[in-house]
C-alpha cells in the first residue's frame, strides 16, 4: 500500500493504492483548511472509510447474484460479510499499481482475473489536481474472452453539516426494497427531489436517480463554501446514500453520498441493461468527474 499526497495551490489531495481509494480533498480558505471530502480517520483506512472508492467493472447490487447475457448465465460470488452480495466490483478492495506520478497527478490501475466474477479487466484511475479544481478520470478495458456488459462510478463521502443542501437535477427516481435492491422506477418524492438546492433528509436513503443531468451543487454555507461536480456525458445516473443507526450504530449524520453512476443499479436483470455498455474483447469504458470548491 501506498499513500500519496498532491498539492496544487489552496487545494490538496491525499490517495491510498489499497482499494484506489481518496483518503481526503481540502481547500485552504481564510477560515482554515476546509474538506470537501469526508477526511478518512487514518490513512490506513478501507474504502468504507474512505473519503471515495471506485465503482468497477460495475457499481451496487444485481439481484440474485446472477445474470444472463448473450445465451449464458452468469453467477457472482458476495465479496463482504455483511451483505448478501457481490458489491461495486472488485475496485474498492483491490491493490492498485501506481503506473505514473507527477506532482500534481497520479495514474493507477490493477488487473482483476476473478475467481469471484466472470469479468476479466483492466483498471485505470487518474486523479488530477489543478489549482480550482479536481478531475477524476476511471476507465476499464474488457480482457476477457466474452462480450460482457460494464458500467463505471464513484462513491464520493461528503460532509453533512446542518446547513449543508445539494442540486442535482435527475428525471426519474427509484424506490428500495428488502436487500437495498432498487424496486420500480416512480416519480421523485418531494424531501428527494434536487432539482432546486434542498437539504438531506433526516432518515435513511438509499435510491436511484435516473437521468441525472450530469452536473450538481453542494453547498455548506457555515464554511462559505460551494462545490460543483460536473459528470462526462456517460453519468447519466446517481445514487443518494444517508445512512441511519439502525444500518451503522456509529453513523453521526456527519456524511452523505453522491454517487455518479453511468448505469442503473441491476441493470443486468433490465431489458435495456440499465445503460450498462457491453464491451467486447479488448474495448474500453471510460468517463471523468470533476470536483470544482468555490466561494460563497
Not at 114 to 121: A, I, L, W
Not at 198 to 205: G, K, M
Not at 265 to 284: F, I, M, Q, S, T
Amino acid at each position: 500500500m501506498a499513500v500519496i499526497d498532491l498539492k496544487s495551490g489552496p487545494l490538496s489531495l491525499r490517495i491510498s493504492t489499497e482499494g484506489g481509494i481518496i483518503l481526503g480533498f481540502w481547500k485552504d480558505i481564510d477560515i482554515g483548511r476546509v474538506p470537501l471530502l469526508r477526511p478518512a480517520k487514518s490513512s490506513d483506512a478501507d474504502a468504507l472509510g474512505s473519503s471515495c472508492y471506485p465503482l468497477v467493472p460495475f457499481g451496487n447490487r444485481v439481484a440474485g447474484n446472477s445474470f444472463e447475457f448473450d445465451g449464458r448465465a452468469y453467477t457472482l460470488t458476495p465479496n463482504t460479510e455483511w451483505d448478501p452480495h457481490y458489491l461495486h466490483g472488485e475496485g474498492w478492495q483491490a491493490e492498485w499499481s501506481v503506473d505514473e506520478r507527477t506532482p500534481t497527478s497520479v495514474e493507477i490501475s490493477f488487473t482483476c482475473q476473478g475467481p469471484s466474477t466472470p469479468y476479466r479487466y483492466r483498471a485505470m484511475q487518474t486523479f488530477t489536481l489543478e489549482d480550482d479544481r479536481l478531475t477524476l478520470s476511471l476507465s476499464v478495458e474488457n480482457m476477457g474472452e466474452r462480450p460482457l456488459p460494464f458500467g463505471l462510478g464513484w462513491h464520493p463521502y461528503f460532509p453533512l453539516t446542518p446547513k449543508t443542501t445539494l442540486q442535482a437535477p435527475a428525471e426519474h427516481f427509484w424506490t428500495e426494497v428488502e436487500g437495498w435492491l432498487p424496486g420500480e422506477r416512480t416519480a421523485i418524492p418531494a424531501d428527494l427531489d434536487f432539482s432546486e438546492p434542498a437539504p438531506l433528509p433526516e432518515r435513511w436513503v438509499n435510491n436511484g436517480y435516473e437521468g441525472w443531468s450530469g452536473e450538481a451543487t453542494i453547498i455548506w454555507s457555515e464554511r462559505h463554501t460551494q462545490l460543483r461536480l460536473t459528470a462526462d456525458p456517460i453519468f447519466r445516473h446517481a445514487f443518494v446514500f444517508v445512512s441511519d443507526t439502525a444500518f451503522d450504530p456509529s453513523f453521526e449524520r456527519d456524511y452523505f453520498c453522491f454517487e455518479p453512476m453511468s448505469h442503473l443499479a441491476n441493470g443486468h436483470n433490465l431489458p435495456d441493461l440499465g445503460d450498462l455498455k457491453v464491451l467486447a474483447p479488448g474495448e474500453k469504458l471510460a468517463g471523468s468527474f470533476t470536483l470544482e470548491p468555490r466561494s460563497l
